[in-house]
């Protein structure tokens, strides 16, 4: 096998959290689109999957949201997971001689490795031939993976997340501030959290703080990294300096996020959320709850709906859907397909549904029972449906390598040193370096 791979880190964290938290039954069905309560057709030969994310996520975990249903579901096959140990990549993974059958992640966090070490495969006719209908599916999201494939079908989408505001209560009650509510604008938000962005005693609060990650990955605006056409970075667009100027720095106060990121060379994260709970309000993901919900009972907390631009009326942010990817070097691909077929079915993903996961089918009764099951049912679950969604931007295979790019630029702007034109024109230039010595080391 040729391979072709180069120097990534994959954020764990991000990519952890960013990971489904699938769990539930569901059922397969012989029609598209249909349920069927017939269990699985024993195989003939033993058939063993291995499942590989890049979230580097741990073995428990993996058997919470994926394995132990897809044990239940089909109990003559084999369901092993191979984890990512910190640094490595897919293909040191497959130079050891490791067989990966199936990768997941969110989708960007899929295709990149994948292409990039030649076990790529393309998924139409199979699913034809399993009946999996793609009409099911939120349309912006199989247009998107496609989009991403240049056509082909590498993946299939499991579930959905889209950008939130999560709150917390106590800081709000405490500071006399009205919450957050479903249908802000920007300005809105902005007057909210320069109230909350105060010193108080020894501590230092913050009302805001924006998420590079969904902020850039998910922007309403849809820019892409990188131009379709020419390969060249876009940040210097009028849209990425209008969402960065907006979401990290006007809605700072006294400089209080400003010494912050000057102090840590960091952004505060959801830690500082749910731990140290010196952050009002959180810019995350719809999965946030479902993810880790031990971190959240430690505070009195609920959600809205991601603020609005004037010119987006009703547009909160792309989604971004979590995929699972059957490999060319899979030893049994039709098997792989029946069990994401059975995730991606709609028993399993109204249970999903019922405990926080949004549904990447189009249907709105399983959108209905969203977050009924959950711990915390009692909060606002239809802010996630609140928005409608941005069509997703193009992703280029040098995609992780360009955000990291950005958000480091995020940074430059938060601290002020330079003025955002130029801080955008030398983040780009930065973002066409990095990719230029990707291309060169890829073609030796």
Not at 160 to 175: A, D, G, R, S, T
């Amino acid at each position: 096998m040729k391979m072709k791979y180069r120097a990534v880190v994959f954020p764990v964290l991000l990519g952890s959290l960013l990971s489904a938290c699938s769990s539930g039954t569901g059922q397969t069905g012989p029609k598209e689109g249909a349920s069927d309560p017939t269990p699985p057709v024993k195989p003939s030969e033993p058939v063993e999957l291995i499942f590989y994310s890049t979230s580097g996520e741990s073995a428990e975990s993996f058997n919470g949201k994926f394995g132990d249903v897809i044990r239940a579901k089909f109990p003559d096959y084999k369901i092993s997971y191979l984890r990512q140990e910190p640094g490595s990549l897919i293909p040191e993974v497959i130079m050891t001689g490791r067989r990966v059958d199936i990768v997941y992640n969110v989708f960007d966090y899929v295709l990149d490795p994948l292409l990039n070490s030649s076990i790529a495969y393309d998924m139409t006719d199979l699913a034809k031939k399993h009946g999996v209908d793609l009409n099911q599916f939120e349309p912006s999201v199989i247009d998107g993976i496609r989009r991403a494939g240049n056509g082909k079908l590498y993946m299939l989408p499991t579930s959905l997340q889209v950008p939130m505001v999560f709150y917390n209560k106590n800081l709000f009650n405490k500071f006399g501030v009205p919450y957050p509510k479903d249908g802000m604008s920007w300005d809105e938000m902005k007057a909210t959290s320069q109230k909350l962005t105060r010193k108080d005693g020894d501590v230092q609060y913050l009302g805001f703080v924006g998420s590079p990650q969904y902020a850039l990955k998910m922007t309403p605006f849809s820019d892409s990294y990188l131009d379709e056409k020419t390969g060249k970075s876009t940040f210097e667009r009028e849209t990425w300096k209008k969402l960065i100027q907006t979401i990290f720095i006007d809605t700072d106060a006294n400089n209080g996020m400003k010494n912050y990121v000057i102090a840590k060379k960091a952004l505060p994260n959801r830690l500082n959320f749910t731990n140290t709970q010196d952050v009002a309000m959180l810019h995350f993901h719809s999965e946030f709850p479902a993810a880790v919900p031990k971190d959240l009972e430690k505070i009195d907390w609920d959600m809205a709906a991601l603020p609005t631009f004037p010119e987006l009326k009703g547009v909160g942010g792309q989604a971004t859907a979590v995929a699972m990817s059957i490999t060319s070097m899979a030893k049994n691909k039709d098997a792989a397909m029946e069990v994401i077929k059975f995730l991606a079915s709609k028993e399993a993903q109204t249970a999903n549904s019922k405990i926080g996961m949004m549904s990447v089918l189009n249907d709105e009764s399983i959108k209905t029972v969203f977050g009924s099951g959950s711990q915390f049912k009692d909060k606002n679950w239809k802010g996630a449906y609140y928005n409608k969604l941005a069509p997703i931007a193009w992703k280029s295979t040098y995609e992780l390598q360009v955000d990291r790019v950005y958000a480091a630029g995020v940074l430059d702007a938060i601290r002020g040193e330079k003025d955002l034109n130029t801080v955008l024109r030398e983040t780009a230039e930065k973002a066409d370096k990095a990719v230029a010595e990707l291309k060169a080391a890829n073609s030796k």
